[in-house]
């Protein structure tokens, strides 16, 4: 027996009889309505509705008479129940106060209409194709149904004074010493820019390949969860979770990676102790890790959505890295397209969450044949969609990797004889540190709600931990760069 979906004909009909004879009420009802909000199984609801919004984007009054006009050159008089339901309609206007509260019924049976025409389809998917990944055939009946009740979410205009009052609130309750008002980063001069990674905003972090990106995300994921002792969700897409946990045990104890990667028989005593400590210090960490293979869109926003359910909230969601997720969907036409889809949804999940998503990103080839090669914003790869949806990005400077790598490209190294004598006294610099220490330039290249700029940070090549510099070094490094500025203004 088919079953009746949920409708309320008072409600239709008091809204459109509202429409024909109230100027205001037609500007609340055209501005909150849609077709769809009228049921489909009482088509001239539907019929009357697209009139009335002819007439509208006509600049033509709406009143019976007009409407008729309408109806009678669209040849949908009759469909629409003749001139006598026309009238009827405008006779079952009771108040002319309430068409919020009339819209609200409206689209609320409408959202019910869908959702349970989505869970029909869901069931009958379920019953007539073979199930082979049940995890991922769940995932996609969760966004479904997420993408019908998203729709019931209906905003309006708010006054500014109630704005600033919530804004004050959040002020007092979250501001924490040093201007902090976001996700701690472990990085003091890093929050300095952003005030920490703040709720709903997405934090794009881009290098070239083997630079330290990844290194730096899980830097910053490890501080945050100490820091926040709020879980922490990490979607390694690039390695699996022990390789991940080695890598943040490395950079918690301060032990080379390849000598932890050879066993433990060959460390010192010092050593193991160190690794010891960072194994408790690691496993007691605040951190989830899905290492799943091949993880769609789909997955990493239903995972992240429960993972919140579950815990109550989260403190940051890491994705490393974007170049490796994809859809499943072949609508697309070309991987720019559907980079560009996988941005804006990842957007709009950090807003949902009310959670800043870290998104690890790789940069094009672009930098490799430029002159210095300084990352810029557009050399973000695959898509420019990620640049425009980022709140935040931050792009990574390792001269290092170029100088040993050759950069990766002709003419990697500067043709600038002072340039490579300020290379050298850097370099000579570093050599006083420990774990094969490289210097890293952090540029802060969008700032949504901030200032844009440069940070130094040390990079342990050999356990893959990022330090702030102290004083001192930053110091000496200011008085090296001086020489060539000066230089080159005497010049």
């Known amino acids: 027996m088919a079953r009746h979906l949920p409708f309320n004909i008072n409600a239709e009909k008091t809204v459109l009889g509202a429409m024909m004879v109230d100027e205001a009420a037609l500007a609340t009802c055209v501005a909150g309505l849609v077709k769809e909000d009228f049921y489909g199984g009482n088509k001239r609801h539907q019929i009357i509705f697209d009139a009335i919004r002819a007439l509208v984007n006509k600049h033509i009054p709406v009143d019976v008479q007009t409407v008729t006009d309408e109806l009678l050159n669209a040849k949908d008089l009759e469909n629409a129940g003749g001139v006598d339901y026309l009238m009827e309609l405008t006779q079952s206007v009771v108040s002319l106060s309430n068409m919020e509260f009339y819209i609200r019924i409206l689209t609320d049976n409408r959202v019910l209409r ?10 009958k998917d379920y019953d007539e194709e073979d199930i082979e990944d049940i995890t991922g055939f769940i995932a996609k009946a969760d966004a479904q149904i997420h993408e019908v009740t998203q729709k019931r979410r209906i905003s309006n205009f708010v006054k500014a004074q109630d704005v600033a009052n919530q804004v004050e609130m ?6 924490r010493p040093g201007g902090l008002t976001g996700l701690d980063t472990g990085y003091q001069r890093l929050n300095d820019y952003t005030h920490g990674f703040q709720k709903g905003e997405m934090v794009v972090l881009a290098a070239r390949p083997s630079v330290g990106k990844t290194a730096l995300a899980l830097n910053i994921a490890l501080q945050a969860a100490r820091r926040s002792e709020l879980p922490i969700a990490v979607f390694s897409l690039e390695m699996p979770a022990t390789t991940l946990i080695k890598r943040l045990i490395a950079t918690d104890s301060g032990v080379d990676l390849d000598h932890i990667l050879k066993g433990t028989q060959f460390l010192k005593t010092a050593q193991r102790a160190a690794l010891g400590q960072a ?4 496993g007691s960490a605040n ?30 969601v890491v994705v490393d890295y974007i170049g490796l997720i994809t859809t499943g969907d072949k609508r697309f036409e070309n991987r720019q397209a559907e980079v560009s889809y996988i941005s804006r949804q990842l957007k709009e999940l950090a807003r949902e969450l009310k959670v800043p998503i870290l998104v690890v990103s790789q940069l094009s080839r672009a930098v490799e044949t430029r002159e210095g090669k300084y990352p810029q914003l557009s050399d973000l790869r695959d898509s420019g969609s990620i640049e425009q949806d980022a709140d935040v990005v931050l792009l990574i400077y390792r001269q290092a990797y170029y100088s040993s790598t050759g950069g990766a490209a002709k003419g990697a190294r500067v043709k600038d004889k002072r340039g490579d004598e300020e ?7 570093l ?3 420990e774990g094969g220490a490289n210097l890293v330039e952090l540029s802060i290249a969008k700032n949504r709600n901030g200032k844009i700029g440069i940070i130094n940070l040390l990079f342990f090549t050999s356990y893959g931990r990022f330090e702030t510099p102290s004083d001192e070094f ?6 090296i760069r001086k020489e060539r500025i000066l230089g080159n203004a005497a010049e």
């Open 423 to 429: 290379a050298a006294k850097q370099e000579e610099l």
């Open 474 to 479: 930053e110091k000496k490094l200011l008085e």
């Open 431 to 433: 050599k006083n540190l």
């Open 287 to 316: 951190l989830y890790i899905d290492d799943s293979a091949g993880i769609k869109l789909i997955d990493i926003m239903a995972k992240a959505k429960l993972l919140k359910a579950r815990l109550g909230d989260l403190g940051l």
């Open 114 to 123: 869908e959702l349970l025409t989505a869970i029909d389809g869901i069931r």
């Open 170 to 175: 959040e002020l007092k309750i979250v501001s």
């Open 279 to 282: 194994l408790k210090n690691v």
